[in-house]
């Protein structure tokens, strides 16, 4: 069955990294697209960045452009966030999603404080 496996949440001072990962198993990781979301206390769920699949062209949302960097290893079936600069209004649980089969699957999510 399809999973998708988060990691690398944490605690970061404003302006600081971090790097996300996502592990995928149960489906053809290499052609399917992904994405990253995001959801804040109080607020919707709202998609950060998408990458497609052999080509790994990517997407983002404007409020993380140049900032945060999808990217995948297909060898590993894996996808990155690396987000860079972070500010306390990128504090968020951040979930990967794939489309696969006519579903959407979704990771539990890690957690991403920014935080002095």
């Known amino acids: 069955q399809v999973q998708l496996v988060e990691s690398g949440g944490g605690l970061v001072q404003p302006g600081g990294s971090l790097r996300l990962s996502c592990a995928a198993s149960g489906f053809t990781f290499s052609r399917t697209p992904m994405n990253w979301y995001r959801q804040a206390p109080g607020k919707e769920r709202e998609l950060v960045a998408f990458?497609?699949?052999?080509?790994?062209?990517?997407k983002y949302a404007d409020f993380v452009k140049n900032r945060f960097t999808i990217s995948r290893d297909n060898a590993k079936n894996t996808v990155y966030l690396q987000m860079n600069s972070l500010q306390p209004e990128d504090a968020a649980v951040y979930y990967c999603?794939?489309?696969?089969?006519?579903?959407?699957?979704w990771g539990q999510g890690t957690q991403v404080t920014v935080s002095s």
């Open positions: 999603n794939a489309h696969v089969g006519g579903m959407d699957y």
């Open positions: 990458i497609s699949g052999i080509l790994a062209l990517a």
